[in-house]
């Protein structure tokens, strides 16, 4: 398999950012990782060896990035407003920096690049399509929370105003933007969840944004697994396998 590291300056957020690509063509898929994860923890926790055939086959190249969770949502010692201003910073070098260098490296300049991961990777994966669709051709999320005022984040509906914008439940629900409606409808949304343990608050929050999208006229893949489907890695092996599959062919 083909395997790349970069590592640049980031203008953005005024730190070095470490990236890395498997993979030699095929859809790009832009991946973050787990709560205060890494950009190595997809081929750490098995994903890559997972989904390996899709890579190895050309259907899909994957750009892991480096996650900010430490600076901005699970930094407990800041107030919500300073963790969104990180947070849009973290924004900015996702669109301003990493798309262009995918686009680039895909030799694409129009593409739009999907979005995927797990639990809290599976919120930024949401997010991000969801406020820059233009960018984004949809999402693949598996077992995310999508909004902040959980008690995983240390917020309560209270604090929700400085962080509005970037809880999805709280800001689509709002959502009547036709440019922002135009563009969701023609993408590929995918939201996975399954019912087993650990999954109680992903449910409700993956049940939310079904009622939103049922009732804006947004087509959705959402997709409830069985009551003995995990929050765990091997659950998210399966689901990957699965919705490539789906979406795009066999290897």
């Not at 924004?91 to 129009?110: G, K, L, M, T």
């Not at 693949?140 to 309560?156: K, M, P, T, V």
């Not at 689901?239 to 066999?250: A, D, I, P, V």
Request: hydrophobic fraction near 40%; aromatic fraction near 16%.
């Amino acid at each position: 398999m083909h395997v790349e590291d970069h590592l640049w300056f980031s203008p953005c957020l005024s730190q070095n950012m470490p990236l890395r690509v498997y993979g030699h063509w095929g859809v790009p898929i832009l991946v973050f990782p787990c709560s205060l994860g890494r950009y190595f923890d997809y081929e750490g926790m098995g994903m890559i060896e997972a989904i390996s055939p899709y890579i190895e086959a050309g259907i899909v190249k994957l750009y892991c990035v480096e996650s900010l969770d430490a600076e901005t949502w699970y930094n407990f010692g800041v107030s919500p407003a300073e963790r969104d201003r990180r947070y849009q910073e973290y924004d900015s070098y996702i669109v301003n920096e990493v798309a262009p260098f995918i686009r680039n490296h895909c030799q694409q300049p129009e593409v739009r690049i999907m979005t995927n991961g797990c639990s809290m990777g599976a919120y930024h994966a949401v997010n991000m399509f969801l406020k820059h669709p233009d960018c984004f051709a949809g999402c693949i999320a598996l077992s995310g929370l999508y909004r902040l005022d959980r008690r995983e984040f240390g917020l309560q509906a209270d604090d929700i105003g400085p962080v509005y914008f970037n809880s999805p439940v709280h800001y689509l629900a709002g959502m009547d933007n036709p440019w922002f409606l135009d563009w969701y409808r023609k993408s590929r949304i995918v939201i996975c969840v399954g019912q087993g343990a650990w999954e109680d608050e992903t449910q409700e929050d993956t049940r939310s944004l079904e009622h939103i999208f049922l009732d804006k006229h947004i087509p959705a893949w959402i997709d409830f697994w069985g009551h003995d489907v995990d929050h765990d890695w091997p659950w998210w092996y399966q689901q990957m396998r699965y919705f490539l599959g789906s979406l795009y062919q066999e290897p």
